[in-house]
């Protein structure tokens, strides 16, 4: 996205526009000059920010690529510093179902719920003060807006939807189940995604806001690394970026999670080292990686 058309536009109409309005509320034109000084210093540096930004994400994207990021002393330092003894989190002693429902329950919306109950409760309250034809129809819109907010952000989590489902598909996945609680558990810390994965001796569980998927750790046939930036706007002008990071696992199909650049790596290792001991050549040696800017 280019915001120097924004800039200009926006630049240009300050300095025509805000003289005047200055000098209609009577105002001394002097500040509208000093404003629209501000406003243009404030798009330089967002300008210049940006390129240097993209200078910066040009060079990490060749260190990612050829993973001397990853294995510089400085990142490796971090992330020995990271994985300790608790970096793994370990599932419920309950079990596999106890342990994702928990995982379910910390991703319901509190206040899309209180929206979705406040549009069902206001749709009624509508109907109920003045019984009109016209008012059928912002009671049944209102209701149904309502019910998809509950049941989308609320409703979906608290029963665990997506888990239903996987065990509904999988009636007998006994071996499945031991294989998570002997897992070793990383989750996005960010409530928002509600995504994690846990890497089992014999079976990789990765669980996401719409499913929960199984995969025999036999049949995996590479694993690899994606980094995405993200360049965040704001009324078209840049301010800032971000990076996130993914984890990919091709086996009857491919499938990814996000996590935290450190977990992503302690994900890989932690899959590699169970290729080895499983004397299998089919992963390969050094980790993909790609970028997406």
């Known amino acids: 996205m280019n915001s120097k058309p924004t800039m200009i536009a926006v630049f240009i109409g300050l300095i025509i526009f805000a003289p005047l309005m200055f000098y209609l509320k009577g105002i001394p034109i002097i500040y509208a000059f000093l404003l629209t000084a501000i406003v243009g210093l404030f798009f330089i540096f967002a300008s210049i920010k940006e390129k240097k930004d993209d200078k910066k994400a040009q060079l990490l994207k060749d ?34 179902k106890a342990d994702l429902t928990k995982r379910y329950h910390r991703m319901v919306s509190i206040p899309f719920m209180l929206m979705g109950i406040f549009m069902i409760v206001g749709s009624f309250c509508v109907f109920l003060v003045e019984f009109e034809f016209t008012n059928i129809f912002y009671f049944l819109f209102g209701l149904l807006i309502g019910l998809f907010l509950l049941y989308s952000f609320g409703i979906k989590y608290i029963i665990a939807v997506p888990l239903r489902n996987f065990y509904k598909n999988n009636p007998d996945c006994s071996d499945i189940e031991f294989s998570y609680v002997s897992g070793k558990i990383l989750s996005n ?60 696992i091709t086996a009857d199909t491919a499938y990814s999670v996000e996590l935290d650049e450190y977990q992503v790596e302690a994900a890989l290792s932690e899959l590699r080292a169970l290729a080895e001991n499983a004397d299998k050549t089919a992963y390969k040696e050094k980790t993909e990686n790609e970028i997406v800017v």
């Open 63 to 96: 260190r990612i690529i050829d993973e001397s990021y990853f294995n510089s002393a400085e990142w490796r330092e971090k992330y020995l510093s990271r994985v300790t003894e608790d970096f793994f989190e370990t599932s419920d002693k309950k079990g596999m």
């Open 189 to 248: 810390k960010d409530y928002r995604n509600g995504k994690g994965i846990n890497i089992g001796g014999k079976y990789t569980v990765i669980y996401n806001k719409d499913a929960v998927y199984a995969i025999d750790n036999n049949q995996i046939t590479n694993v690899s690394r994606t980094v995405i930036r993200l360049k965040n706007y704001m009324d078209n002008i840049y301010a800032g970026e971000q990076y996130k990071f993914k984890l990919n």
